[in-house]
């Protein structure tokens, strides 16, 4: 098991080619973004321009954050360790991206219901008069340059650390570039008097970036509620998660086999088996990422198993006369309904050691012989 606040050296060495593109992104992007400020005017497609350079700085912001916390060690109040933060993280990016999306294209719908003119006006520079329209063209080409570099160089190391947020940010500095071009498309049709260019323009940058971000916020909503891991670009289940529930299901056929991401790391849970004594991780980890596979954890007999547990594997008998199925199954969570059940058994010497809860029911899984049973009762019913 990889424990909290170590990190791989494959993962390490890639992280440190990373961050400094993050770094270099805020820097070039922030630059790109106070131009677009500068020299928007009136221009919907150039407001949306700078409104999504501005946005994709989050991504970059939001994995610094991330992988500065993913190597401090576990710590009193966070006992597993800060990794699930790049998963929180993803869900930030992915939230301002949908939100993003959805207040474009509200602005642009709104530009062509109202069916407002947008002008381009001159502008006296050095001496001579010059029509504003060039200089936003101008800007617009010039800010298509970092993101279309900067993108290009995240991608591949995104696929190799199998980092949603980079993977996010290049996809956002793909969009930038192609936001460049698309506010050119609008700023020349204002020139020959298409009055709705601007918007159309607009309109197809916002629709992108709301697909993009909905299937984004899809997968890092899945992610922090330990659904299955998804593939890094699609939708789908992700492969080296499938090769590790296939080797899994195929060494203990009988099992209960679940799998969930914490950031870009895997983990198993195998319940309705007994655990081994040990276990080598390397024989069930993806092949070309064998770091990614961080935990393997056996549940106990029973826990996820809603079938009452017989009397002889228990190990005692809750008194004579009680019915099987109160010992297996509880409906309601009910304090005073448990009570009634130790009732009937000897208090002095039985307690509840293990139980499970859910919202449909509570199940005892194991007890032991404790000379507190009374006085554990009777704090539960307080309770």
């Known amino acids: 098991m990889i424990h909290a606040g170590c990190i791989p050296e494959p993962v390490r060495q890639n992280l440190s080619k990373a961050r400094p593109l993050a770094w270099w992104t805020l820097f070039w992007i922030g630059n790109v973004a106070l131009l677009m400020y500068l020299a928007m005017g009136s ?21 610094l954050i991330a992988t500065s916390l993913e190597g401090k060690p576990a710590t009193k109040f966070y006992p597993f360790g800060f990794r699930r933060f790049n998963s929180l993280a993803f869900m930030v990016a992915a939230t301002a991206l949908l939100s993003i999306g959805a207040f474009t294209a509200f602005e642009a719908t709104m530009t062509l219901v109202r069916m407002e003119h947008p002008t381009i006006g001159m502008v006296k520079l050095f001496g001579r008069e010059l029509w504003l329209g060039w200089i936003m063209i101008a800007a617009l080409a010039y800010s298509a340059v970092p993101p279309f570099i900067l993108g290009r160089k995240k991608l591949p190391l995104a696929q190799e650390l199998q980092d949603k947020i980079l993977f996010t940010d290049a996809k956002t500095q793909k969009a930038d570039w192609q936001t460049a071009l698309a506010g050119i498309a609008g700023v020349a049709g204002i020139g020959f008097g298409f009055w709705w260019a601007d ?5 197809a940058i916002s629709l992108s970036i709301l697909r993009d971000g909905w299937m984004n916020l899809k997968k890092a909503g899945a992610e922090l509620a330990d659904g299955l891991p998804r593939n890094l670009e699609h939708d789908r289940p992700d492969a080296d998660a499938e090769h590790v529930r296939r080797r899994l299901a195929a060494e203990f056929p009988d099992a209960d086999i679940r799998m969930r991401e914490v950031g870009r790391y895997i983990e198993a849970e195998v319940s309705g088996v007994a655990s081994p004594d040990s276990i080598d991780l390397a024989r069930f980890a993806p092949q070309e990422r064998r770091w990614r596979l961080d935990r393997i954890t056996f549940v106990p007999l029973f826990a996820n198993d809603r079938r009452p547990p017989p009397r002889e594997e228990v190990g005692h008998q809750l008194g004579s006369g009680m019915p099987r199925h109160e010992m297996g ?26 139980a ?12 032991f012989v404790s000379p507190v049973a009374q006085e554990a009762v009777e704090a539960g019913r307080e309770r």
Do not use: C
């Open 329 to 354: 199954q509880l409906n309601g969570n009910s304090v005073d309904r448990i009570t009634a059940i130790l009732k009937k058994a000897d208090r002095r010497n039985l307690m509840i050691a293990t």
């Open 356 to 367: 499970e809860t859910n919202p449909d029911q509570f199940r005892i899984i194991d007890y």
């Open 199 to 203: 918007a159309i323009a607009a309109l």
């Open 43 to 63: 221009s919907q497609a150039m407001k949306t321009a700078f409104i999504e350079d501005a946005l994709s700085l989050v991504p970059s912001i939001v994995f």
